[in-house]
Structure formats: C-alpha cells, structure tokens
C-alpha cells in the first residue's frame, strides 16, 4: 500500500484557516446521512490524565455537500486518529459554523478552519489543532486506498484494494486496532455480501464490530449476512446491538425487528 502525504496550505487569516488542497482520489461509497447528529467520543487506555481536544464539525447541509464523497468528515477525522490518541481527542457535531461559502467548516476551541474537504486536509487540521500529534501515514494511505477500493467497478480489484489495506494495518501493532481497520473489514464484508455471499461477509463484519462497536454500518451488514443465511435470531441480536452501540437509529431498528418478527410468524 503506497504512502503518499502531500499537503500545502493557504495562511491563516485572524483565527481562521483556509485549506487548499485536492485529492485526486474519490471518498468512500458509506453513505452517512449529512444531518446525522452524533457524537465520537474516543476513550482511550492509559493512566495519565491528558488534555482531551474538542472538535467540532459543522453539519449544515451545505458544508456536507462541499466535502468530497459520501463519508462525512466526522468518520473521516476518527479514523485519522491513532489508538493510542484516542483518549485526546472528542470529535463532534454541531449546527451550522458560519461562513458556509467556505465550508467544511471545523472548529477547535477558538480557531477555525475552512475548506476541510478531503483526508489530506484532515489530517492537516489533526495536527495543527494538536501539535503533538502526528496522523500515521499509514492511515491516510489507508484512507485514500479505501476510496479507490470503492471507485473500482470490479470485485477483483475492490478485493485486492481493501486487502492491501488490511494486511498493511495488520503488520502495524499500533494501528492494527484503528477505526480504519474496523472500517476496512466492513466494506470489505459489504463487497463479500454484494458479490459472492454471506459467510465471508459474517467473518469480516464480526472483525468490524469487534474492533468498533460503534462502527454505523457494520451490525446491520452482520443482521443482513445471518437473516440471508438463514438464521433470523442472529439477525435480531445483530440489530440488538446496533442500537445499544448506536440509539440513534433506533427507529430504524425497529422497523427491521418488526419485519424480521413478521417473518417469524409467517
């Protein structure tokens, strides 16, 4: 997997930051509704108390227009971040920011940042927020491969695409545990359904929800693998846990356990 980390940035003007740079690369296919208001809280390990950075991304429904591809640049700044600054870093969402000519908009405490609309501007606002971090390469290689994963219009090349980033992370003892990784195993287990079937789906979407049990997709791909495979109270303990990992879509849930209830009784 090729690591490639080019930015270039525009100066800041007063307490705003403007960012210039273009992927040539399109985002992942995730759809993740722009109004979706949730927060990612990321605890980590470890005994010492440290300054936990608060950052806020506006979810107007312009700003998330102007960001490149279908996932939203909360999952896109979670996955940016290392496990071992997990515990530093809260990631939220907030209504709208202002100046929506220029979004995305991010704010961290006081300053904020324009233009955020890629992984390359991302990582960039990681680190001039927190200066003592520094987003792995590895992570965004990882980042853009998944978006080429999702651009390719071959199973093949989906696959070999997904597994480069698997394998990849794997090798890395302090990334393999990542959000990306969680990530990577879930549309790989999306390309498994879609194309082949449900076993190797099940494997990859249980890797994901084990990693990231607050992952948004990965148990409702788990429900629909054991409800193809025949197993409709694997389906329901799947969506079970969706909403206690993610209450926001309880309605949703709900719609599917009454279906899946119907086809009990039927």
């Known amino acids: 997997m090729e690591v490639c980390r080019k ?26 509704h722009c109004y979706h208001a949730h927060s990612l809280a990321m605890p980590g390990g470890g005994g010492d ?19 490149q591809g279908n996932e939203n640049l909360v999952q896109t700044l979670s996955h940016l971040v290392p496990p071992s600054r997990h515990q530093d870093i809260e990631i939220e ?6 100046k929506c000519a220029e979004g ?17 501007s991302a990582a960039a606002i990681l680190e001039m927020a927190f200066p003592n971090l520094e987003v792995p390469p590895t992570l965004i290689a990882a980042s853009n491969v998944i978006e080429r994963a999702h651009k390719a219009t ?32 879930a549309i790989r287990a999306q ?6 079937g449900s076993v190797q789906a099940k494997e990859d979407a249980i890797q994901a929800v084990t990693l990231n049990p607050s992952h948004p997709f990965a148990w409702r791909l788990l429900a629909d693998t054991e409800e193809t495979m025949g197993n409709t109270l694997g389906a329901m303990e799947a969506l079970t846990q969706w909403v206690e990992h993610n209450p926001e879509f309880s309605r949703k849930v709900q719609k599917e356990k009454d279906r899946l209830s119907e086809k009990m009784k039927s």
Not at 93 to 98: A, D, E, I, N, Q
């Open 49 to 67: 108390k440290r300054h936990v950075l608060k950052i806020q991304v506006c979810q107007n429904k312009d700003c998330c227009k102007r960001y």
């Open 154 to 185: 071959s199973f093949e090349e989906k696959l070999k695409l997904l597994n480069s980033v698997i394998n990849a992370l794997n090798k890395n003892e302090e990334l393999n545990t990542s959000k990306i990784m969680a990530h990577a195993y």
């Open 104 to 120: 995305p908009n991010v704010q961290v405490n006081d300053q904020f940042y324009n233009d955020v609309h890629d992984v390359q």
């Open 93 to 98: 969402t907030v209504g709208c920011l202002s």
């Open 7 to 32: 930015r270039k940035m525009i100066g800041p003007t007063n307490t705003t930051r403007r960012f210039s740079w273009r992927s040539s690369l399109s985002l992942t296919l995730l759809a993740v």
């Open 191 to 196: 390309v498994y359904f879609d194309y082949t």
